[in-house]
Every structure is written in structure tokens, then in C-alpha cells.
């Protein structure tokens, strides 16, 4: 499909997969491709296109490592008449350091991209190459660069300290938080369905793979799970979430460890796929759980801490009027929603059963003090509204040059 109006391309590149959408820049962007590019490095790599539906399987020459891939991607998004009409990119980047909203991608946003690597070598590596390579072929195009960490600028200086020597709070290691692309999405859903309540004081639960939840007071961010990286706050499908460091120092003396292979077993081999030591997927677990203890362990102690960290929140924040459930498991799963809120009447937050096991937009009964909201969260969306609204790409608006 062609666009009469200007368009924008959006980009979320991930350890193994990347996404993309095209959006037509009307007052409300409008999807006219969304697809992604699964399984990258480890084999039977596919392009998977929803809208319009195209299934590829990315040829062997391609798909053994990142690099090539985007080349085929590139290729293959050239080719579609959509794409004639893009007039500016927009990518999430996980990490921004200071920066507080998206930016402009400059060869000085860039130099400063490649300096700040250290904080996020999971991800930054793979969204410069993203950057990098459609600036190549298309060196026109307008970039923009939507970071994660931007939402939770706002928190308070004693949100952000971490409690080491201050030598190291000099060269930026605090607490940054992660996931704000989803949460700026979710707070301007709330706003749309109940402005008073989006000034209100407001829970934020994204429970994907990764997970992580929010506290938010008059709209803006106080405090959050995530830290100095995405490894820390709650515990998740293969990340450990908060250790205790001491740990560190024991598996070095007892086991030998390194660096490297702590960060690859806190990162990959640790979470509700460390604890049941067979799946990651909360849907797996869910499903095995009765006759796998282990299973049941690693579902309870993931409702456990989820609701620790709301009761964490609310004492934050002083009290709570907004609970919102986003992402994989907080979007599709009844079961963990109800375990996380059993208990929870003492602050307010009361499900009702029948509007929970559907996944309604509202969960909570009509007399509970908390409104207890699902919403599909949609970070594509929130990139593409980003670029439109930086560049004031739009109907009556023209990208400046
Ligand atoms: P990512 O962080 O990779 O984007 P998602 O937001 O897609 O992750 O969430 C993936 C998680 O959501 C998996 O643990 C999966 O099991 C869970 N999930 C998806 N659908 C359901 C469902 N219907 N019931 C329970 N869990 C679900």
C-alpha cells in the first residue's frame, strides 16, 4: 500500500530480533506495515509480516549475523511501494544516559552513542549498526532516537543514587530505569481514558521477558524497579532481577567465576528459567506447575515480588489510585494478575474475576478504592508519535531540513 501522506519508519531492534513498523503520520499514526525478523543468529531465521500478511524465510547468505540481516531488511523494506512515502525513521535505543526526550540522530548524538556503549553493551551495539547502516543508504532521511531511559528522568535524586563511593556516581553510574517507551505510551492511554487519574498516583506494571514496574506521581516518573541496568529491580525470565553483591565475590572464590560469565548467567540463564530449569515462558510454567514444583516456585516467587514492589510503590507515592498491567504476562495472563493482587485489599486494589479472566480494559470491581486497568501497550506507536511530533511531521506539517 502507497501513503498519500508522509510517513515513518519505526525501528526496535532486539538481542535476536527487530521489529519495525511504517506509520502514516495523520493527526493519529496509522499502521500500513508491522512486522519483524525473528531467530537472528540462531538459525531458520524468518520475516514475519502481519501487516500485510508475509511470511520469508531470511536465506541462509543473510541471516548468520546481525549486520547482514538489517542488509536483507533493508533490501526488503526498499522494495515495498510504502516505503517511498518514509520521510523520517524513529528507533528505540535503550539507553540515553541524561537525555530526557528523543532526540535527533547527529554525528554528535552518534559519537555519543558509541562513548556511553559501556553502560548498555547488550544493546547499544546493535541499534548504532541499525542507525548506521540506513544512514548509509539513505543519508537524508531523517533519524530519531527514542530512549528508554528518558521516562524516568524525572525521578528524585534519591531515586537515582546508588550506595557506592561517590567516585562513581561522577561518571554516571546510577539509577537510570528502563522500559519508558511502553510507560510514556501507557501514561498517555490513561490520560486519553481519565486525565484526573493520570495526574493521580499511579502504578505501572510491564510484564513481558523483561519486566519492571513504575511509580508515577502528576505524570512523571519517581521511582522504578530497574536500575543501572536491566538485569536489576524484579525478577524476569532469564534475568536474576536485585542480588545480593556479595554473591559476586563467593562465586568468584568458590566457583571460579568471571566477570563475563556472571553477567551471562544473570542475564541469560537466571530468572524463572534459572529457578524451574525448564522454561522461561510464563505460559510454559502456568501450564506445568501442578506437577512441577519447581514450575510452581518459579510462577509464585514472580507474583510474590511483583507484589512487593507495589507495596513498595505505594508507600513511595504516598497511597494509590491507578494500578496498570501491560505487556506479555500483564496483558494475556488472568492467573498471575489474580495471585499478584490476592492480599492487596489493604491498599485498595480489589479484581473482579469476571473482568480479570477476560482481559478486560478494566479489572477491578466497581466499589474498589484502586482502578485496576489492562492496557496493550504499543512502544512502535509511541516511536512513531516521537518523530512526528520532534520533526512536526504531520498533515499540515513539512520536515524541516
Ligand atoms: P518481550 O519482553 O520479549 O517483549 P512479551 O511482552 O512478549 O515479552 O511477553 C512474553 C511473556 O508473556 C512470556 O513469558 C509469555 O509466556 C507471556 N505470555 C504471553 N501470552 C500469555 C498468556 N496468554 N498467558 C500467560 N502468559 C503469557
Not at 496483558?331 to 499478584?340: G, K
Given at each position: ?7 515513518v ?15 502514516e ?5 496509522r499502521p ?13 531465521t ?7 500478511a ?11 549475523d ?10 526488503w523494506?526498499?522494495?515495498?511501494p ?31 552513542l558509541?562513548?556511553?556503549t559501556?553502560?548498555?553493551?547488550e ?14 543508504r539513505?543519508?537524508?532521511l531523517?533519524q ?8 524516568h528522568?524525572s ?6 543514587l ?8 561522577a ?8 522500559h519508558?517507551?511502553s510507560?510514556?505510551?501507557l501514561?498517555e492511554?490513561?490520560k486519553r ?9 499511579v502504578?505501572l ?14 505524570a ?19 534475568r ?28 541469560h ?22 506437577a512441577d ?8 516467587l ?43 485489599g489493604f491498599l ?6 469476571k ?5 478486560a ?10 482502578k485496576?486497568?489492562?492496557i ?21 506539517q513539512?520536515v524541516?531540513?
Amino acid at each position: 500500500m502507497k501513503s498519500g501522506l508522509p510517513c515513518v519508519l519505526t525501528i526496535n531492534g532486539g538481542s535476536s530480533s527487530i521489529r519495525f513498523a511504517i506509520y502514516e503520520a495523520g493527526k493519529t499514526p496509522r499502521p500500513l506495515l508491522d512486522g519483524k525478523i525473528d531467530r537472528i543468529g540462531l538459525g531458520e531465521t524468518n520475516l514475519v509480516v502481519t501487516k500485510p500478511a508475509v511470511q520469508l524465510k531470511v536465506p541462509r547468505r543473510y541471516s548468520a549475523d546481525h549486520r547482514s540481516v538489517v542488509g536483507f531488511l533493508l533490501d526488503w523494506l526498499e522494495a515495498q511501494p510504502v516505503f517511498a512515502s518514509v520521510e523520517a525513521a524513529g528507533h528505540r535505543v535503550v539507553h540515553g544516559m541524561k537525555h530526557s526526550e528523543p532526540a535527533r540522530v547527529t554525528p554528535k548524538l552518534l559519537a555519543e552513542l558509541h562513548r556511553i556503549t559501556p553502560y548498555d553493551p547488550e544493546h547499544l551495539p546493535r541499534e548504532i549498526s541499525l542507525i548506521e547502516a540506513l544512514k548509509k543508504r539513505h543519508p537524508k532521511l531523517q533519524q530519531v532516537a527514542c530512549f528508554d531511559t528518558a521516562f524516568h528522568r524525572s525521578m528524585p535524586p534519591v531515586a537515582k543514587l546508588l550506595p557506592i563511593p561517590r567516585r562513581y556516581t561522577a561518571k554516571g553510574v546510577e539509577r537510570y530505569g528502563f522500559h519508558g517507551l511502553s510507560y510514556s505510551y501507557l501514561m498517555e492511554e490513561l490520560k486519553r481514558l481519565d486525565p484526573a487519574a493520570a495526574q493521580g498516583r499511579v502504578i505501572l506494571a510491564h510484564l513481558g521477558n523483561g519486566a519492571s514496574l513504575a511509580a508515577v506521581r502528576h505524570a512523571k516518573s519517581i521511582d522504578t524497579s530497574m536500575g543501572f541496568t536491566p538485569t536489576s529491580g524484579l525478577v524476569m525470565s532469564t534475568r536474576t532481577g536485585d542480588l545480593d553483591p556479595g554473591l559476586v565475590y563467593y562465586l568468584a572464590r568458590t566457583e571460579h567465576m568471571t566477570a563475563a560469565q556472571f553477567q551471562r548467567m544473570t542475564n541469560h540463564e537466571s530468572g524463572l528459567l534459572g529457578i524451574s530449569g525448564t522454561s522461561s515462558d510464563v505460559r510454559d510454567l502456568c501450564a506445568s506447575e501442578g506437577a512441577d514444583v519447581r514450575a510452581a516456585q518459579a510462577v509464585e516467587l514472580f507474583c510474590y515480588q511483583v507484589k512487593k514492589w507495589i507495596g513498595s510503590f505505594a508507600a513511595a507515592l504516598g497511597g494509590l489510585e491507578t494500578l496498570i498491567f501491560a505487556a506479555g504476562i500483564g496483558e494475556n495472563a488472568p492467573l498471575i494478575r489474580q495471585r499478584i493482587c490476592d492480599g492487596l485489599g489493604f491498599l485498595g486494589v480489589q479484581l473482579d474475576r469476571k473482568r480479570n479472566a477476560r482481559n478486560a480494559p478494566l479489572i477491578s470491581t466497581n466499589g474498589g478504592r484502586v482502578k485496576v486497568r489492562v492496557i496493550r501497550t504499543d512502544e512502535q506507536l509511541m516511536i512513531a508519535r516521537s518523530v512526528a511530533r520532534l520533526l512536526k511531521i504531520g498533515p499540515t506539517q513539512k520536515v524541516k531540513p
